[in-house]
């Protein structure tokens, strides 16, 4: 195959499929310096590189571009030459080597480590050790995630040698930590080294719904749902579940009432855990010395007081116990511009204490909504990100993401709970949405990443004023750029300053709580959705319920926060299809009406006043560029699937009755009738398949319609173990549970603990007529496992094997040989791009595979490369391939044009011509 015809056929694929992939992946730790002070190492998360800067007096001077792995979100910096990358979709941590005076780099060493990996710390003596903080699943863990298996811990950090990762294929780790939380995120390491703390995400606050099935009918006079229990035109509202909190000694609901007897579990709600880095191995402190808990709801960050040894936690804290959006009081219970509160908490491992400080105290959440801008807006930080603290401990830095402004507080007045907020101590940063920040006193200066531009400011510490701001290469199309701001600008989105939709759905996807968001002044609006399977007014119909409404009634009860991702092709929006433009286009046409996800996102205007708590809708042009940006978000890899997407035997005999024959018993129904699975379901060109909902609305076991849901991130709902016994068909748990992770589970509300115990209701026994359902006893058990273990793995809109890397080296052939087979096979299957990149001196190599196992190089004279030839390279120590499975159509940019001008990067870097800019070049 010729040079010119090679890459005429990775042009041709290229624009095939989109050559970017929206994740949206949350920056943690994105900029790093060197020991010495003389390099600025930043994560540029949409390009998949680690940026070299050299630092100078107000100024960033571009050193180098390294390759990574997909969606890096947190750097450390070990030595001033080498530096740790943590690639959140890869599952891996890139180990770079930066050539002498940071004009070059290489990635020497990958490892592989569990899913979603968010952040890195060194600690223990001499900082020799590597802590990594990732899910409790993922493909490259050792560890069994026991999906099914009440009372476990949902987070582990793994740790490193750092001298010698081990000679395994993705390094050996010393040890992996299970801790008991959610998935985890942030780390920090005491003054001395000794301690390092993980913190939980999604930590949660005590909260959980009580099954509607057992809260009793009627409202509140007979012990039910607290009113109102109509809307202001008196239609009655659907009976629904209840949110309860845990007080500390019992659940109760807002008027103070015990529902102890209806939650079979306990929330100890542990949030930042101690780890001894001098163990060995490391080990989280025994008894309550190894945690902290009631820290906050999401917690972002964490930094330590250098001389006090204090922690920092940056956190959200959420108000999702009460009731109700709308501009109406409701005997004060309302959401209405009171979401999450923006937080730092203080943590002191001297005394355990725990100390919440709300940064925006002079918000008055007894009003709204006050036109933008105002003076209480202007002074409000909201999302607060990565802290930076002053060598002498007497100050914080926080970057405030939905602000776009650096906050500045005296660490006392902090603690002490005494600071004003003021826009004296806030400095404003021109690129918006800032996740990372250093501080540089030796030059008296900050640096910090600015995500919605892919940028970094240069700020003077002593004028507040921001004196340089250098942009990153970013292949993300304009429309992203233009429209991420409105899922994060808080300062846009309301009127106190400290709401956006980014709040609640956390990077574009979910807070794990339940919300009771209706609206007693409300209308009940007309339900145009298309019905699959059984009519819920049949008679015949087996869960026909007599106080069923079709239609949407205001007043819904508690739902899950559903995720943003993953939008297109699955129709209307919300748990009920309520966000539909079904009303405004009735039709059942693909991509129209009920069907049309552009007008169905465009009805969430509304939110922004009524929910919020903004004085008005945003303008239509804006609400269409957040539709054009929120609808390329997409959902990862599952991460519980086999990377050859495989199935095992029960996944795949779970399949098999997904996809089995129709029940009778069920109205000639099977699983996939509803939950449609068709990735190759493209009603536009360019949108996905569907992957669990084609969009239409289906009978359901409460009084409410519901929409189809996904069935993509079942995996993400695991820790909630505890169904007490209900009055209907389903199996009920002998006794309390014992302490669990989450307080929301699986459908709808979250209220139930698993899918197991879900199946045990929608889908009913074998008899004679009904030869495909479920069988009594430990058969029909056994089947429903297998039936969870199939949700578990369900297909994502892209295949497990995207994002997973090897890096080929002088001494692991043996061991990375079979991995590199397993990625060209996956590339043959058209599941990925591979992608594999070196450095020979001081020239990046980049080569794309092409097929028949040749690889097209990033320079126009030289001709297609073997396999063979390929791995060859690596004998070399000094130049080890590092290969990576890129999302389909991504390969052509991410191996051999960066900027998709049609030029080589070789061939522009070879004359001195910048690759990532489309209009230098030769």
């Known amino acids: 195959m010729s040079s010119a015809l090679a890459l005429s056929l990775a042009v041709n694929a290229a624009r095939a499929a989109p050559s970017y992939t929206l994740f949206e992946s949350g920056q943690v730790r994105p900029l790093a310096l060197s020991p010495n002070g003389k390099l600025l190492f930043a994560a540029n998360t949409p390009d998949n590189r680690l940026e070299v800067f050299r630092v100078a007096k107000h100024r960033l001077i571009p050193l180098a571009s390294v390759p990574v792995g997909l969606e890096p979100v947190a750097v450390a910096a070990r030595d001033d030459r080498e530096v740790w990358v943590v690639n959140h979709l890869s599952d891996s941590v890139s180990v770079v080597r930066i050539d002498p005076g940071g004009g070059g780099g290489r990635v020497i060493r990958t490892l592989l480590v569990g899913d979603e990996p968010r952040d890195i710390v060194f600690a223990g003596a001499g900082s020799r050790r590597a802590f990594v903080t990732t899910a409790h699943r993922g493909q490259n863990s050792p560890l069994d995630p026991e999906l099914t298996t009440p009372g476990v811990g949902r987070a582990d950090v793994w740790v490193f040698d750092a001298e010698d990762p081990g000679a395994g294929l993705g390094g050996d780790p010393l040890s992996i930590l299970t801790v008991f939380s959610d998935t985890p995120r942030a780390l920090a390491v005491s003054p001395d080294k000794s301690r390092v703390y993980a913190a939980a995400f999604h930590s949660g606050n005590r909260t959980t719904t009580v099954f509607d099935a057992i809260v009793p009918d009627g409202g509140e006079a007979n012990g039910g749902s607290p009113g109102p229990h109509t809307n202001f035109q008196g239609i009655g509202a659907p009976e629904v579940g209840l949110i309860v909190k845990h007080d500390g000694a ?186 990372g920040i250093v501080l540089d006193e030796a030059r008296k200066q900050l640096y910090v990443l600015t995500r919605f531009d892919n940028a970094i400011s240069v700020v003077d510490v002593k004028s507040r004023k921001e004196k340089h701001h250098v942009a990153m290469w970013s292949p993300e199309p304009e429309s992203v750029v233009r429209g991420r701001r409105f899922l994060y600008d808080a300062q846009m989105s309301s009127s106190h300053g400290d709401s956006s939709c980014a709040t609640c759905h956390v990077y574009g996807d979910v807070d794990s709580l339940a919300w009771d968001l209706g609206d007693p002044d409300g209308t009940v609006l007309n339900n145009p959705q298309p019905i699959a399977g059984a009519d819920p007014f049949d008679p015949a119909n087996p869960f026909l319920d007599p106080t069923f409404t079709l239609d949407f009634h205001p007043m819904k009860g508690p739902l899950l926060t559903q995720s943003l991702r993953g939008m297109a092709n699955h129709g209307a929006m919300h748990w009920r299809g309520d966000r539909t433009g079904g009303n405004d286009a009735p039709t059942a046409q693909p991509d129209s009406g009920a069907f049309d996800e552009n007008a169905a996102f465009l009805k969430f205007n509304a939110a922004f006043e009524g929910l919020l708590g903004r004085h008005a809708e945003i303008a239509p042009a804006d609400m269409q560029a957040f539709a054009d940006f929120i609808l390329q978000v997409t959902y990862p890899p599952n991460p519980i699937r086999n990377l050859d997407n495989s199935l095992t035997p029960d996944q795949q005999a779970g399949r098999d009755f997904f996809f089995g024959p129709p ?57 909630m173990f505890g169904l007490p016994p209900t009055p209907i068909l389903v199996p009920g748990l002998e006794g309390p549970q014992g302490d669990q992770v989450r307080g929301f589970g699986f459908t709808h509300d979250g209220a139930f603990d698993t899918m197991f115990r879900f199946f045990s209701l929608v889908a009913f026994a074998e008899t004679p007529g009904n030869p495909t359902g479920f069988p009594f006893g430990p058969e029909g058990d056994l089947l429903k496992r297998q039936v969870e273990a199939f949700m578990f793995a369900f297909d994502s809109n892209l295949a497990p094997i995207v994002g997973q890397q090897v890096t080929l080296h002088s001494h692991n052939a043996p061991l990375a040989g079979p991995r590199i087979d397993l990625l060209l096979s996956r590339a043959a299957a058209n599941e990925c791009d591979l992608v594999a990149k070196t450095r020979f001196f001081k020239a990046e190599l980049g080569f794309l595979h092409v097929g028949g196992g040749q690889f097209l190089g990033n320079r126009q004279a030289f001709p297609p490369i073997s396999d063979a030839h390929l791995r060859a390279l690596a004998w070399n120590p000094l130049t080890p391939v590092t290969y990576t499975c890129a999302p389909p159509g991504s390969g052509a940019r991410m191996a051999i044009d960066r900027d998709l001008d049609g030029y080589l990067d070789g061939d522009e870097m070879d004359a001195g011509k910048n690759p990532a800019d489309p209009d230098n070049h030769p």
């Open 663 to 719: 029940s009778l018993l069920f109205h000639n129904l099977n699983c996939e009738s509803c939950h449609r699975l068709d990735p190759e379901a493209n009603p536009s060109a360019a949108k996905p398949g569907f992957f669990g909902t084609d969009g239409r609305s289906s009978f359901s076991f409460i009084s409410q319609l519901l929409k189809i849901p996904h069935l993509r991130n079942m995996y993400q709902r695991v820790g």
């Open 250 to 435: 019992h659940w109760v609901d807002e008027l103070g009432r015990w529902w102890d007897d209806s939650v079979y579990f306990s929330l100890p709600d542990k949030d930042v855990f101690v780890i001894d880095a001098m163990s060995d191995p490391p080990a989280e402190l025994p008894g309550g010395d190894g945690f902290f808990t009631s820290v906050g709801t999401i917690l972002y960050n964490m930094a330590v007081n250098p001389v006090t040894g204090r922690v920092y936690v940056s956190n959200t804290e959420a108000q999702n116990h009460e009731r109700f959006e709308g501009p109406g009081d409701f005997a004060g219970h309302t959401v209405r511009g009171h979401l999450h509160e923006s937080r730092i908490t203080v943590l002191d491992p001297a005394t355990g204490a725990v100390l919440p400080r709300h940064l925006n105290k002079h918000i008055d959440y007894a009003t709204c909504c006050a036109p933008i801008p105002n003076a209480e807006n202007t002074r409000s930080l909201a999302l607060p990100q990565e802290m930076a603290v002053s060598k002498d401990g007497k100050k914080l830095y926080v970057a405030a993401l939905g602000s776009s402004k650096i906050g500045i507080y005296d660490t006392a007045a902090l603690e002490t709970d005494t600071f004003v907020p003021s826009t004296q101590n806030q400095i404003q940063v021109s690129g918006g949405g800032p996740t």
